[in-house]
């Protein structure tokens, strides 16, 4: 992940601080010039980092008084002003069900403005919204027919023309059509440009003058390096820009620039881009978002996705397996599935504490989803009475092993591991047995029910010790904005 090995530095340079005996003046300012290095390496502007490292130093330096934490605060000082450097702290419009909102989408050529445009329409659209795309993209050749393939493949109406060159006109006219329409959220697509084209920036800001946007988007490539503040500013000083959504979050860049983008036009990150899919796409939080980056997870984003792969129909019906502690080979089966509509998994497993991006590679990603898939064509090959008894034994006749087998196109070793692994879960699910279930009997009710003792419980030994044991935990919790598990979890829109 884009900024993952910033994270990676930030966190090594509080945990160097951790390991030292004493906390003095001389430790702390190692450990800020580790992180300014790290912040700099990753293209954050030069002033930014200098007026980062200023504030953490105060903030630190008047705290430094006998009988307080100061490993607590330097790593609360420096969340805070990361957490700052993404959030403005400006509000940002948010589109209203059943009332007309036009969107402008604006962006450096190649930024993946076009396939943004449509993944911001196909989120609304998930939510009940009807949304619209109208390509006033008339510079580069193609524009309109990857939107054209973008919105029929999303299910999307759309507009634009293959022989209109005037940008204004058709922006114009799609606004007016899609209003007829009846269209709650128009999105309008514009040409790529940067600040050295003063007649394309012109030319911005008359289709702005002519469809009157509600919020200007500045669509900025994660990957663009020291340019980025220069390039946002220049965006910033032709159009209102109210707010930003950083794409190729999923590439290997430094993606500092990003940071500094968001300082440049005082807007709020919305959205991150998260691939070449249009389902690819996270909502953007600051909180949770700078937790990730430092290694210190993201539960309420964690249990939105549970809340989004697992159907509300199912959810009583599990948790009612969850508390009675008996897992099956069934159970397996429907929660891999669930783990693979969860999207990818280096992005599940940074939201779990102790875990970062880094940990899982892209290669290695992969071969774990392969092994998911692998082990559920197995249980294909298994009869409904296998796939509902808790009981192993069965699986101790050679003849039921190799039918499985035989079935699935694998051999005796591979069903082996696929029960072994079964093993495993089972016995991370018995020590849920007893989790008292809410009358509502869903997710989001059960977070209320689950604090850090049940996690404690669940959770890894080794990860366990990685957050620093039962009272890390805690305080992690508590950090994150809640001292239980409840409050972390956000309600769904």
Avoid at 293 to 321: N, R
Wanted: include cysteine; aromatic fraction near 8%.
């Amino acid at each position: 992940m884009v900024l993952a090995e910033l994270g990676g530095q930030i966190s090594h340079a509080l945990q160097k601080m951790t390991n030292v005996t004493v906390v003095d003046q001389k430790a702390i300012q190692e450990c800020l010039n580790e992180i300014t290095r790290a912040l700099l390496q990753a293209d954050v502007q030069f002033k930014l980092v200098m007026s980062m490292d200023a504030s953490v130093k105060k903030t630190v330096m008047d705290d430094l008084v006998a009988g307080h934490n100061k490993r607590r605060i330097m790593q609360q000082a420096v969340f805070n002003e990361l957490c700052n450097l993404l959030d403005p702290g400006k509000p940002v419009y948010v589109p209203k069900k059943g009332k007309k909102s036009v969107i402008m989408f604006v962006g450096l050529q190649g930024s993946g403005k076009t396939t943004t445009c449509t993944k911001y329409a196909f989120y609304y659209q998930k939510k009940g919204w009807k949304p619209a795309l109208v390509c006033a993209d008339t510079f580069r050749a193609g524009a309109f027919d990857q939107l054209k393939q973008n919105a029929t493949k999303a299910k999307i109406p759309f507009y634009g023309s293959y022989t209109e060159t005037d940008p204004v006109r058709i922006a114009q006219e799609g606004v007016e059509r899609f209003t007829k329409e009846n269209c709650d959220l128009i999105i309008v697509d514009t040409s790529g440009r940067h600040k050295q084209e003063a007649a394309l920036f012109e030319e911005m800001r008359q289709v702005s003058e002519a469809t009157k946007p509600d919020l200007v988007i500045f669509v900025m490539d994660s990957s663009i390096g020291q340019a980025a503040f220069d390039q946002a500013h220049a965006f910033k000083q032709s159009v209102p820009v109210g707010a930003v959504i950083i794409t190729k979050m999923d590439g290997h860049a430094k993606g500092g620039g990003a940071l500094s983008a968001v300082a440049a036009t005082k807007s709020p990150v919305i959205f991150l881009g998260t691939g070449e899919h249009v389902d690819e796409f996270e909502s953007f939080d600051v909180k949770p978002f700078v937790s990730r980056l430092l290694g210190m997870g993201d539960w309420s984003g964690f249990m939105d996705k549970i809340q989004d792969a697992v159907p509300m129909d199912q959810q009583p019906e599990l948790l009612q397996k969850l508390t009675e502690g008996s897992f099956t080979l069934r159970i397996m089966y429907e929660q891999f599935q669930n783990i693979l509509k969860m999207g990818p998994l280096n992005q599940v497993f940074s939201m779990i504490p102790g875990f970062s991006a880094e940990l899982m590679p892209k290669g290695r990603e992969k071969e774990s989803q392969a092994r998911i898939k692998k082990f559920m064509i197995m249980m294909d090959s298994m009869t409904n009475k296998e796939l509902d008894s808790t009981n192993l034994k069965l699986f101790s006749e050679a003849s039921r092993i190799n039918r499985v087998a035989r079935g699935s196109g694998h051999s005796i070793k591979e069903v082996h591991e696929m029960l072994e692994e079964y093993k495993r879960l089972a016995k991370i699910w018995s020590k849920m047995k007893g989790l008292k279930i809410p009358k509502k009997g869903d997710m989001s009710a059960m977070a209320r029910n689950m604090n850090a003792q049940h996690m404690s419980k669940v959770l890894p030994p080794q990860m366990l010790k990685q957050i620093g044991g039962l009272g890390g935990l805690q305080s992690l919790m508590k950090q994150m904005g809640s001292k239980d598990f409840s409050s972390m979890y956000r309600d769904k829109q």
